[in-house]
């Protein structure tokens, strides 16, 4: 099996601007990010940018780096112009970590990568137990229920699956066990990157706000299965900058 990496790495974020470039123990997050997927068995790590700074600082510890238009809307648009620029192969296997998690773990990027390699699937992704009930209700958490062979049914900001016996009784406590949060981190066959941005926008995705919706609309399959290393979250706020900082320092 082989895969290559691309890291989207926006500069502009309204909560945390120049994001690639936070520091983290005395490395930007963008590097901290590269590094951890370098531990992958990916055959190459690419970073895609949108800004000189961000690719001038990246070419300073690789030159696996990319200068991608900043008028894209969306992650995939970014990627799409990525498989253009390296002539990629339509079966070629993309896997896209995210610029703004410096704590997911390579074998989790190889496990997206191998579950998309067994399958006939376009995307495949991942998710995990949740654990906090706080989580079910909280719409920021974006919940995933999926079919015995392992296709996602649907994604939803949503409490799904909805226990009806347990949330009308408005019971203190539910059983956490069928709850699963979706992971941000995809796995493309090339050629389906391009065939995604042509397909009509559902109204899913637009209600939901949640691009992965229109590959279900159309009909397409994404398989999903649990991450075998635990996830973090991502870094989306100075108090998470912070937090990371304190994990990697030891002091968490």
Do not use: W
């Amino acid at each position: 099996m082989e895969f290559i990496v691309v890291i989207p790495a926006r500069f502009a974020s309204t909560r945390l601007p120049g994001k690639p470039l936070a520091d983290i123990c005395g490395k930007p997050m963008i590097q901290r990010v590269y590094e951890q997927a370098c531990q992958s068995k990916a055959k190459v790590v690419y970073i895609a940018t949108d800004h000189q700074t961000v690719f001038d600082k990246v070419k300073t510890f690789t030159d696996n780096v990319l200068m991608t238009r900043e008028d894209h809307q969306s992650g995939t648009e970014r990627l799409s112009e990525v498989v253009e620029k390296l002539s990629l192969s339509k079966d070629e296997i993309i896997v896209n970590v995210q610029g703004d998690e410096p704590l997911l773990e390579a074998e989790n990027i190889d496990q997206v990568a191998e579950l998309l390699f067994n399958s006939t699937a376009p995307m495949a992704t991942l998710s995990v137990d949740i654990v906090d009930e706080e989580e079910v209700y909280n719409p920021n958490a974006v919940k995933v229920v999926q079919d015995v062979n392992n296709n996602a049914l649907y994604f939803s900001r949503a409490s799904i699956p909805f226990q009806r016996d347990s949330m009308l009784a408005k019971k203190e406590a539910i059983p956490l066990q069928h709850f699963q949060r979706h992971v941000g981190i995809y796995a493309y066959r090339a050629g389906f990157i391009s065939e995604y941005l042509n397909l009509d926008v559902s109204p899913l995705e637009v209600q939901e706000s949640l691009e992965q919706l229109r590959v279900l609309y159309h009909g397409y399959q994404i398989k999903i299965t649990k991450a075998c290393k635990p996830v973090y979250a991502g870094v989306d706020t100075p108090e998470d900058l912070v937090r990371v900082n304190n994990i990697l320092s030891g002091n968490a």
